[in-house]
């Protein structure tokens, strides 16, 4: 039996090898697996074309997963460092990269990316759109618009962020309403100044049909963007975040009627307590399709460690039903992050992530805590170094303030007053020598 996409070949009961791959890393039941692809539940991010993908499965009840952001700007235009970043964070576990380049000639670079990364490789073509043609916003077409959302499937970019969700209505809506921080979202903004500048609707909505031939055709997955994310806390859960994501849903029906793999995108700048609850409305109002955060962000008041605010509220968030997190990194809202802006990031979102995973249960997502519980006991460096998230930073930690006496029982924080030294001693009649 043939089919279009990977949700398809789950509707028609094929098993595919991406399937079978991502069956045995999650070590799920592949007859499960596919029911949960056939309702739109788990998404396998696999354009036709990346013939390098390692692919991963998306979805609430699989182990959470990583994004990272990449991609060179006016101001940092350096393509060689941008792949130091790229193989930096696939070694570091992430499962997707999104290159968000705003500058120069983006093509080459997305197509080394599809050609030799393994990650899934994300992209926002309204970005792009300006950079490609080298024209200016107000005057591109819908139909450019469109024809770079088929240059990157054809480029071989498994997932695709379209902010397909604002409309007319959100300009009088963001008019009158009013917000602390209008619109946040790159992409959001550059429909917003499209729609006003033009008058005319929102090509990625008006033409959603068109752009859904071109996904399922490449089997390229939908990443609905969440133009109206919040931007501050005194924005989230407004009208125009509701109103959008209402609209996200109904266009997620109109994907899966296409066999289109859809995850939808949500905020941004949440306040810890409202977590929860936007992740049970956007389950309820898209019947389940991923969610994908940027953080939360739960406080405005951290740059330079937006990191740690963001993984506060990613592990809240992946705890409570989002598949999928979008790291932050110490230098958002400053400036391009670097080689150790992006280290940072993925460090803290996956430790937010592994978190997430052992609060909702993923079964033996807590083995490596229990190894890490078995080492320290035994006071095994070795060991724990081995379990540890980053083993690198660890060791050198350990090994620029070792105990005095070197001994290596113990940390020099507590040297012969450690507990668990003391409490191994006790508990075997050793004599505990602390003086």
Not at 146 to 164: N, Y
Not at 412 to 423: I, P, W
Request: proline share 4%; net charge negative; aromatic share 6%.
């Amino acid at each position: 039996m043939n089919y279009t996409t990977q949700m398809d070949a789950a509707r028609k009961g094929i098993i595919t090898p991406l399937m079978e791959k991502v069956a045995e890393k999650e070590n799920m039941d592949i007859k499960v697996l596919m029911q949960l692809m056939a309702e739109g539940k788990i998404v396998i991010p696999a354009n036709k074309k990346h013939s390098c993908l390692n692919p991963e499965g998306i979805g609430s009840m699989l182990k959470t997963k990583i994004n990272v952001n990449l991609g060179v700007s006016r101001d940092c235009k350096d393509y060689d460092i941008e792949m130091q970043k790229v193989l930096s964070a696939v070694n570091m576990g992430a499962e997707a990269i999104m290159d968000l380049s705003s500058h120069g000639n983006t093509q080459p670079f997305r197509k080394k990316l599809t050609s030799e990364c393994p990650a899934m490789i994300g992209t926002v073509p309204v970005y792009d759109s300006v950079i490609h043609y080298q024209r200016d916003l107000s005057t591109l077409t819908a139909k450019d618009f469109i024809d770079v959302v088929k240059l990157h499937a054809e480029d071989g970019v498994d997932f695709v962020t379209l902010h397909c969700g604002i409309t007319r209505k959100t300009i009088e809506q963001i008019k009158k309403v009013g917000r602390k921080m209008n619109i946040v979202s790159r992409g959001g903004s550059l429909v917003f100044a499209w729609m006003s500048m033009t008058g005319n609707e929102n090509p990625f909505y008006e033409y959603f049909d068109e752009i859904l031939d071109i996904c399922e055709k490449y089997d390229v997955t939908i990443s609905l963007g969440d133009a109206c994310r919040p931007g501050c806390l005194a924005d989230a859960g407004d009208v125009s975040q509701i109103d959008e994501l209402v609209r996200l849903g109904e266009l997620t029906d109109r994907a899966w009627k296409h066999n289109v793999q859809v995850m939808v995108e949500g905020p941004g700048h949440v306040p810890l307590n409202q977590i929860a609850a936007n992740m049970q409305i956007q389950q309820t109002v898209c019947k389940g399709a991923p969610f994908y955060v940027l953080g939360p962000i739960v406080t405005d008041i951290a740059p330079g460690y937006d990191h740690i605010t963001a993984a506060i509220g990613g592990a809240v968030a992946a705890m409570n039903g989002a598949s999928f997190l979008c790291y932050v990194t110490p230098a958002e809202h400053l400036a391009l992050p670097n080689v150790e802006d992006v280290k940072q990031g993925i460090i803290a979102s996956k430790i937010a992530a592994h978190a997430a995973d052992i609060a909702k249960g993923i079964p033996n997502a807590r083995a490596i805590d229990d190894k890490m519980a078995d080492a320290r006991r035994k006071l095994d460096w070795e060991a724990q170094f081995a379990c540890a998230i980053d083993e690198k930073t660890a060791r050198e930690i350990r090994d620029s303030r070792k105990p005095e006496d070197d001994h290596s029982e113990a940390c020099s924080m507590c040297g012969k007053f450690c507990a668990v030294r003391s409490m191994n001693k006790a508990l075997s009649g050793e004599y505990i020598d602390i003086l």
